[in-house]
């Protein structure tokens, strides 16, 4: 059974008072809080077995590399990886980014097209930006309408011999729009030999991910934005792919010989993680992970679209308002803007008063914002704690921001 007040009551930090005003908190999509078992989890792996991982004989140190491996084939299952070493820990979404576009600069040649969407974040334009500086390969962006939706049948035109990379988000951070992934996938998968790269920092919170259905080379995604702590995050890869990339870090961990002369790479997982890793942040998410499938996927999705249909009828009855998005496919997010109001952090700040904690600004997807010619959006964003009442309470704060601004 799905039991919210069972669940509000695994976040004590959802307990307190923002501004004298019981804290409404709904910038989920910027990161997420954090539940009790998590914060149990982390804790007590500095209290009882903090050592560094995998190099030492020791107790403490093998009790932390069992721990740890136990949270990549959690997170091997979450996503169904075909194995636990397809599972690369990171600091989050943009590093595992930034390490594929780097470890394929050796692979990209001048005037190769590298395929994006209008609607990525900007930890998936800039790395790509930066791999065509290095090598002389054009950018392409995949256009969307007036209500966000992405024009994808220029795919069928765009893709050839040329494309080596496509990467979307498979939900747009600023919007909560549903891209249609498997429909790009199938696309590249006929029409060239592109890697697929899918952004899933705001979809692995939400969805049950399939890495092996999707297809796709790589997939990445944040823990903080799933209930784990900030600093985690996972890189998917196939086995093949990861196989034939150069390291991105080099140092302790990825090396199998290390001499003057010359340095030979370890095995998959470990050549993609040079240094000491995040350990404690690392077995939380496994934790994290935990929690997730102790809801179930199907309980998550059921509860939060049912927060978004009421948000998005709750704030259309409200003269005066503009939701961006509002007839695409979407999930967990509301952007939205009041007429006669410039600024969208006027509204934030009025909500933050009444303890209500919303995201206002670009949400770092600077092209959407220009393609509607606005400065930025209010955007409120739900996770499984959020209730139908906080709903009510934003809309009030929503009403009250328009007499004081408007």
């Known amino acids: ?10 976040f004590p930090i959802l307990n307190q008072q923002v501004n004298g005003k019981p804290l409404v908190y709904l910038d989920n999509a910027a990161t997420s809080q954090k539940p009790i078992s998590v914060l149990e989890t982390w804790e007590k792996y500095y209290e009882t077995i903090n050592a560094n991982v995998h190099r030492g004989i020791h107790t403490l140190s093998q009790l932390a590399t069992e721990e740890m491996e136990l949270s990549r084939k959690k997170i091997q299952r979450f996503i169904n990886a075909k194995h636990d070493y397809e599972v690369i820990f ?24 590298i395929i994006i969407s209008y609607l990525e974040h900007h930890s998936n334009i800039v790395p790509w930006q930066m791999l065509c ?18 024009q994808i049948d ?13 990467s979307v988000n498979q939900v747009s951070n600023a919007l909560g729009i549903i891209n249609p992934i498997e429909e790009i996938i199938e696309k590249t998968r006929r029409l060239s030999n592109a890697y697929v790269l899918i952004d899933g ?3 692995a919170p939400h969805f049950k ?13 944040s823990g903080h934005k799933m ?5 985690t995050g996972i890189l998917y890869g196939k086995e093949s792919v990861l196989e034939n990339l150069h390291p991105f870090h080099g140092g302790g961990e990825m090396i199998a010989v290390c001499s003057f002369e010359k340095t030979t790479y370890a095995g998959l997982p470990f050549k993609f993680e040079a240094g000491t890793p995040n350990v404690g942040g690392n077995i939380a998410l496994g934790a994290a992970v935990d929690f997730i499938e102790q809801i179930g996927h199907d309980n998550l999705q059921i509860h939060e679209n049912e927060l978004l249909t009421y948000a998005q009828k709750k704030l259309l009855e409200l003269d005066g308002i503009k939701i ?12 939205f803007n009041l007429d006669g109001v410039g600024i969208a952090s006027d509204t934030g700040m009025i909500l933050d008063k009444m303890g209500i904690a919303v995201r206002t600004g670009h949400h770092c997807t600077q092209p959407i914002m220009d393609f509607f010619n606005i400065a930025g959006t209010v955007r409120a964003s739900f996770a499984v704690y959020n209730t139908l009442e906080e709903i009510d309470i934003l809309v009030e704060g929503v009403k009250k921001a328009q007499r004081m601004l408007v």
């Open 90 to 113: 990171t600091k989050g979404t943009t590093e595992g980014i930034n390490l594929v576009a780097y470890a394929l600069t050796n692979q990209i040649k001048k005037d190769d097209e």
């Open 1 to 10: 059974m799905f039991d919210i007040n069972h669940i509000r009551a695994q």
């Open 209 to 221: 991910i399939d890495v092996q259905k999707l297809d796709c080379d790589f997939f990445v995604f």
């Open 227 to 231: 209930y784990a702590p900030m600093g």
């Open 133 to 150: 500086e290095r090598t002389g390969a054009k950018l392409r962006v995949i256009p969307m309408d007036e209500n966000g939706i992405l």
């Open 324 to 335: 961006y998005g509002e007839k695409a496919n979407r999930t967990g997010v509301v952007s």
């Open 201 to 203: 920092a705001q979809s």
């Open 154 to 166: 220029v795919l069928d035109s765009w893709l050839n011999e040329k494309t080596k990379v496509v």
